[in-house]
């Protein structure tokens, strides 16, 4: 079954520190990407990043990293020197190339940044 | 370069009236998707246009959603008739064609009482 899998219901984090956000997989197809999303309480999707399965490297984006561990199926997000801004819903997504663009979900994390 | 646009914003309608949702892509991206999500958990693709073509709908419930994409820009999603479970955010997406990044509009949030 293709499922992802958000354990962290919530998570609390102080200014300036960093915080990791978990995110395991279950896929038999070789062919996938991941995602996170940022969902503030606007309730817009931002995309953050992406890493494909195929990618050797971990995927960065200014203060986000991937930390994708193929054998263990995770991707969880870093996000480093956290901001109050950066209280939100992040939601773990994937993609399987050979079925199409559509994206499964994970149930999300709420992230509260404390000042 | 403009979003995702989509209107309206919010919406309120009793059980068993009908309700469109429209979407305007980022321009010159070929793909439009269409998510509900219900409070609580993650988006789920409803239906997915490669411009103006369906490309799955197998989770649409075709007994009272219908969506379309006609000149293969924008896109009109309908529910007719209503029901209680059907209050959530719908959110669309687009990306371009053959690129796997989905950039999602700020969602309709329609409750229905």
């Known amino acids: 079954a293709q499922k992802i899998t958000q354990t962290q219901p919530g998570m609390f984090v102080q200014e300036k520190e960093a915080v990791t956000l978990d995110c395991t997989y279950d896929t038999s197809d070789p062919s996938y990407g991941l995602f996170w999303y940022k969902q503030p309480s606007s309730g817009e999707m931002i995309f953050l990043i992406y890493?494909?399965?195929?990618?050797?490297q971990n995927a960065t984006e200014g203060r986000y990293s991937l930390n994708f561990q193929k054998a263990r199926k995770s991707a969880n997000l870093v996000i480093s020197a956290s901001q109050l801004g950066d209280s939100a819903m992040y939601f773990c997504a994937m993609i399987h190339y050979n079925q199409g663009g559509k994206l499964i979900f994970g149930q999300g994390t709420e992230l509260s940044v404390k000042p | 370069e403009a979003g995702v646009a989509q209107s309206p914003r919010y919406k309120i309608i009793e059980k068993r009236q009908s309700v469109a949702f429209w979407c305007n892509p980022i321009s010159g991206h070929a793909t439009l998707y269409w998510y509900q999500q219900i409070l609580g958990q993650g988006p789920k693709l409803l239906i997915q246009f490669q411009n103006n073509g369906v490309v799955d709908d197998s989770q649409l419930p075709k007994d009272r959603f219908s969506a379309e994409r006609l000149k293969g820009v924008d896109s009109t999603l309908k529910i007719q008739p209503a029901k209680l479970e059907d209050s959530a955010v719908y959110l669309c997406?687009?990306?371009?064609?053959?690129?796997?990044?989905?950039?999602f509009g700020p969602g309709t949030r329609l409750l229905v009482l």
């Open positions: 997406a687009s990306s371009l064609w053959g690129q796997e990044t989905q950039y």
């Open positions: 890493q494909g399965s195929y990618d050797q």
